[in-house]
């Protein structure tokens, strides 16, 4: 069993070398799919005596290969769609969108809380709240000087 641990240590190791940071990131649902089956793999691997080493390391090759796969595939806006969330809007500016709200699964105390993470005092420093693909609340900053930049807001969801 520990030559097992270590030999499916070393593969994980060298395939995230090989296929980048990305293939561990909090960046979608398919890279969650990934991290779940890497680690169904490892423990299989490891607990069970049905999968041996080889089996192991080869599965482990075929999730890795079908990652970069992907990743690479994205480049494609239709792939792109069918892979990732789309950003959505959850405050523009003061106003919250109650209907997005629900659509993310969020409460307002939720966005409440992320507000306070974000040292705001009043609603009227709130520019926007973006759902973001990872899950992630965004909160971007009023500044009465400077106006938002549309290119940050280009793929959010305003529905």
Request: cysteine-free; charged content about 20%.
């Amino acid at each position: 069993m520990a030559i097992t641990a270590i030999g499916i240590y070393i593969t994980v190791i060298l395939l995230t070398r090989i296929s980048g940071k990305r293939s561990f990131s909090k960046m979608s649902s398919f890279d969650f799919a990934m991290t779940v089956a890497v680690g169904s793999i490892i423990a299989t691997t490891i607990l069970s005596s049905s999968v041996n080493l080889i089996e192991g390391m080869f599965g482990l090759a075929i999730v890795y290969l079908l990652q970069i796969t992907i990743a690479l595939a994205r480049r494609n806006k239709f792939v792109e769609k069918m892979v990732d969330n789309t950003p959505l809007l959850l405050m523009d500016g003061e106003k919250i969108l109650g209907h997005n709200l629900r659509k993310a699964r969020v409460s307002e105390s939720d966005l409440r809380s992320k507000l306070r993470e974000a040292n705001i005092t009043q609603l009227s420093q709130v520019k926007a709240v973006v759902f973001e693909t990872t899950g992630d609340i965004s909160v971007l900053h009023s500044n009465a000087n400077h106006a938002l930049d549309l290119w940050l807001m280009k793929d959010v969801n305003r529905d």
